[in-house]
């Protein structure tokens, strides 16, 4: 069965680091996502790319992130100067239709620990 | 007003219990509606989409009211296997998470 496959399943970096959280897609899926879970919380919307280009993004996703689909395969997530509160598990997920309609299917997460 | 907002929980039933769960929204032009699980530290996988007529898939059936802007979702029979997190999620031009309900099923 097809899945998204995240790379590092856990990251810990200082605070101030840039880090990058690499995410593949499910091979036909044209949609993708970012989300975050910060420990006991709810899974947050970080932001949505499609046709190479930020489709949506919530008020999380500040100038400190940014996405990258650098080769046609990976979608990264970059944090620029990471701060304590960063520290969550991070989701990658993609769906096959161009909108939210269909299903996505998310990989099993990176956590990020900052110290 | 919260965009997706679920029943607190936690919802601690013995097996073969019926257990119900409510998701209210907040867009009134949302046009997708999922219920997912999500296990302890693990990603969210997708338990069943939701459509409009409701339908049903084994133990689990979904209902939505557009109207009431509403989203339920019915175990019957539980199993100790149904111990999770249970994530309401509604699609406009992205999907929102709501903050989960922890159903807990005893022997």
């Known amino acids: 069965e097809p899945e998204v496959t995240q790379t590092p399943s856990h990251q810990v970096t200082q605070m101030g680091q840039e880090v990058i959280l690499r995410c593949v897609p499910i091979s036909n899926h044209l949609y993708f996502y970012w989300y975050r879970q910060i420990l006991g919380q709810k899974v947050e919307f970080l932001v949505s790319?499609?046709?190479?280009?930020?489709?949506?993004k919530s008020e999380i996703f500040d100038d400190q992130f940014s996405v990258e689909r650098p080769d046609g395969s990976n979608f990264t997530l970059k944090i620029r100067s990471t701060k304590l509160e960063d520290s969550a598990m991070y989701f990658c997920?993609?769906?096959?239709?161009?909108?939210?309609?269909?299903?996505?299917?998310f990989g099993q997460g990176t956590r990020l620990t900052v110290v | 007003r919260k965009e997706v907002e679920q029943d607190p929980g936690p919802f601690n039933v013995p097996e073969g219990a019926t257990v119900a769960f409510n998701c209210t929204y907040s867009n009134s032009a949302s046009q997708s509606f999922f219920w997912y699980r999500q296990d302890c530290r693990k990603e969210p996988k997708l338990l069943m989409s939701v459509y409009s007529s409701g339908n049903e898939d084994g133990r689990f059936t979904a209902q939505l009211n557009r109207a009431s802007q509403y989203i339920s979702l019915l175990i019957r029979d539980s199993k100790l296997s149904d111990s999770a997190t249970y994530l309401c999620?509604?699609?406009?031009?992205?999907?929102?998470f709501g903050a989960g309900t922890r159903l807990t099923v005893k022997p």
């Open positions: 999620v509604v699609g406009h031009n992205d999907m929102r």
């Open positions: 790319f499609y046709n190479n280009e930020i489709s949506e």
């Open positions: 997920a993609s769906s096959e239709e161009p909108r939210p309609s269909t299903e996505a299917f």
